[in-house]
C-alpha cells in the first residue's frame, strides 16, 4: 500500500492520479461517483 500512497503523492496532475487510482482499483465506482468524487477520494485516502 505504501508504494501506491507515494505514487499518487509524486503524481504531478489530477488526470495522473486518477489513472494510478483506477490503476490499483483503491475505489471502486460507487465510492468515486458523483460530484463530490474528488473530496471522497482525499478522505478515503486520508484514513
Do not use: C
Amino acid at each position: 500500500m505504501e508504494r501506491i500512497f507515494w505514487e499518487l503523492y509524486n503524481s504531478g496532475s489530477e488526470s495522473e492520479v486518477e489513472k494510478i487510482i483506477n490503476k490499483h482499483k483503491i475505489f471502486d465506482d460507487k465510492q468515486t461517483a458523483g460530484p463530490n468524487g474528488k473530496i471522497k477520494k482525499e478522505k478515503l485516502l486520508m484514513n
